[in-house]
C-alpha cells in the first residue's frame, strides 16, 4: 500500500475500528509494540490533547522515526516508551485506559536465528505480559487483541486458548467482531477480541 492508501484506511476503516473497541477523546492508550506506528497514529488523533498514547516498541529508530513524524503533524500527545522487551512495563498502575496488542502477542517469547524458529512463545512468556498489563490498566480498562500466527510461532493453535489464558488473569470477554486491518502494509479482515479488566474494580489508581 502506498503512504495515501495508509492515510485513507487510518482516516476511515481505521478510526472506526479504534472507537469501536472504546478509544474515546480523553482517554489514556498503549499501542504495546507499536511498530510504525499506525494504530497508535489514529489513536493519537481520537484522543485528543486532554489524551494520551504511549507508544511502545524495541526499536529505537522506529519510535525516532514515528515521534518525529507526528511531531511534524502537530500532535504532541504520544509519548515513546523504549523497551528491552521484557517486564516490568516502564508505567504506572491502574494509568492505561485501552491496550492495543495488534499482531504482537505471538512474537513475546519467540525468537529465531537464520530464518527459523527457536523458541516459540509459550503460555508462561505471555502470562508475564498480561499480568504488567492487567497491572497497568484501569478499572474496566480495555485490552484488545488481534492475534494471527498463532500455529506457527506459538505453543497454541486458537484464540480460544488465548482468551482462555486472559480469562485466567482476570479479564473477562467483553466483545468480539471482524474488522479490517493493517497487517504488514496489507489490508486484511482480522478477528479483533476485546477484554475487559475485572480484576481491578476495587483498586484505585496510584
Same mark, same amino acid.
Given at each position: ?46 484522543? /485528543?490533547? $486532554? ?8 526499536? =529505537?529508530?522506529? #519510535?525516532?522515526? !514515528?515521534? *518525529? ?45 537464520? /530464518?527459523? $524458529? ?8 505471555? =502470562?508475564?505480559? #498480561?499480568?504488567? !498489563?492487567? *497491572? ?71
Amino acid at each position: 500500500m502506498t503512504k495515501a492508501e495508509i492515510a485513507s484506511w487510518q482516516g476511515n476503516e481505521g478510526k472506526q475500528l479504534l472507537e469501536r473497541v472504546g478509544v474515546a477523546d480523553g482517554k489514556v492508550v498503549l499501542d504495546f509494540g507499536c511498530r510504525e506506528g499506525n494504530y497508535a497514529r489514529i489513536a493519537a488523533q481520537i484522543v /485528543g490533547p $486532554t489524551g494520551m498514547v504511549y507508544a511502545m516498541d524495541k526499536d =529505537r529508530g522506529i #519510535l525516532d522515526a !514515528l515521534i *518525529r513524524s507526528v511531531r511534524e503533524d502537530g500532535l504532541g500527545n504520544m509519548v515513546r516508551v523504549d523497551t528491552p522487551g521484557n517486564v516490568p512495563l516502564p508505567l504506572r498502575d491502574a494509568s492505561v485506559d485501552v491496550v492495543l496488542l495488534y499482531d504482537v502477542l505471538h512474537l513475546i517469547g519467540w525468537s529465531s536465528e537464520s /530464518g527459523k $524458529t527457536i523458541r516459540r512463545s509459550t503460555a508462561s512468556d505471555r =502470562r508475564a505480559v #498480561l499480568k504488567e !498489563l492487567l *497491572r497497568i490498566s484501569k478499572a474496566e480498562g480495555i485490552i484488545s487483541i488481534y492475534c494471527p500466527h498463532l500455529a506457527t510461532h506459538t505453543d497454541v493453535d486458537s484464540e480460544q486458548d488465548i482468551a482462555e489464558e486472559l480469562e485466567g488473569e482476570g479479564f473477562a470477554l467483553r466483545d468480539r467482531f471482524y474488522a479490517t486491518l493493517l497487517h504488514d502494509s496489507n489490508l486484511v479482515r482480522g478477528h479483533i477480541m476485546n477484554f475487559t479488566n475485572r480484576a481491578g474494580a476495587n483498586r484505585r489508581p496510584c
